[in-house]
């Protein structure tokens, strides 16, 4: 079954770098997005991005975040400068369709900023 | 906007007991509702999800849940649960028009005891 692939798995950084995650979506889909989960907390929307562009995004999302699809394969989420508070597991979807019925969640990357 | 409350932050069964999950939504539109289960250390599994038709949707593990459009809500069940059962249920919808944005409920941690 295919899979939507997420690395690295887990990542640590220190306050202020640049993080990068990194995900590899299913071929044939178009829509992507990325969640992320607060230790203890429910799973909150981030962005959703289609044809190249985000087609929407969250108050969370601001100008610190941003996503890439550079080779038509990967997507990916940049964080400029990480802060405490981004610490979180981050996960990211993809599907076939805009309307989540066909959603496939990575496994998550877990980002622990010290 | 829509949201999603989950009524019960943990539920402790012990095995081959009855269990129910409550999920209550909010919207103004309709809705696609889900159910993801999450593995300890693992990303979100689709568990089942209603998106038109028989308002009983079933998994392939013996969970089903009905929506009820009157009282707002999408609650989980299974009439005898297994140890391995043991994962936190999220409860989500998505409204059709917005490129599969996913809410999710806050979580309920089902634990199953031998």
């Known amino acids: 079954e295919p899979e939507v692939t997420q690395t690295p798995s887990h990542q640590v950084t220190q306050m202020g770098q640049e993080v990068i995650l990194r995900c590899v979506p299913i071929?044939?889909?178009?829509?992507f997005y990325w969640y992320r989960q607060i230790l203890g907390q429910k799973v909150e929307f981030l962005v959703s991005?289609?044809?190249?562009?985000?087609?929407?995004k969250s108050e969370i999302f601001d100008d610190q975040f941003s996503v890439e699809r550079p080779d038509g394969s990967n997507f990916t989420l940049k964080i400029r400068s990480t802060k405490l508070e981004d610490s979180a597991m981050y996960f990211c979807a993809s599907s076939g369709w805009p309307d989540s019925s066909g959603y496939t969640f990575g496994s998550g990357t877990r980002l622990t900023v010290v | 906007a829509q949201s999603v409350t989950q009524l019960d932050s943990q539920v402790p069964v012990f095995e081959e007991a009855p269990v129910e999950l409550r999920c209550n939504y909010s919207?103004?539109?309709?809705?696609?509702l889900f159910w993801y289960v999450q593995y300890p250390n693992q990303g979100l599994q689709l568990l089942l999800k209603y998106l038109s038709g028989s308002t009983l949707v079933k998994s392939i593990n013996g969970f089903e849940a009905e929506f009820n459009k009157s009282q707002t809500s999408f609650h989980l069940r299974k009439p005898s649960v297994h140890i391995s059962d043991t994962a936190e249920y999220f409860c989500a919808v998505c409204r059709g028009t917005s490129y599969g944005k996913l809410t999710f409920g806050q979580g309920t941690i089902l634990t199953v005891h031998p």
């Open positions: 991005f289609y044809n190249n562009e985000i087609s929407e």
């Open positions: 071929s044939n889909h178009l829509y």
């Open positions: 919207s103004s539109v309709s809705v696609y």
